[in-house]
């Protein structure tokens, strides 16, 4: 999954969910995006969604495949990836930060 350039030129942060199905026949279907924090984060949550449709296997129960609906988080945070700048450096080029999370700090206190 990759951070979306919107979403990162814009600082956006937050968790959406995807809710989606798993048939009997092993197929991912009607994804559906729950609390949406836009910038293209809902993009990227159903590419992920369609490269990985046919990879979920199915339920069983008493032996019989099952229909079984299942909520994804997903996060978009600065904080995951680790990558820590202070608030005062400067921020490098937005290419660069493809895919990259960012944390940012200060050392200042507030008043």
Not at 7 to 13: D, I, L, S, T
Request: with cysteine.
């Amino acid at each position: 999954m990759r951070y979306p350039r919107e979403a990162q030129e814009n600082m956006v942060e937050g968790v959406s969910f995807l809710s989606f199905e798993v048939d009997k026949n092993g197929q991912a279907v009607n994804p559906e995006i729950h609390h949406s924090i836009g910038y293209g984060c809902d993009e990227e949550m159903l590419k992920v969604f369609r490269k990985t449709k046919d990879q979920w296997i199915t339920a069983i129960k008493d032996g019989q495949p099952l229909h079984t609906r299942f909520v994804v988080p997903f996060v978009f945070s600065f904080l995951s990836a680790g990558y820590v700048l202070d608030i005062n450096d400067e921020l490098p080029p937005a290419a660069l930060l493809e895919g990259v999370n960012i944390t940012l700090f200060s050392n200042k206190l507030s008043k």
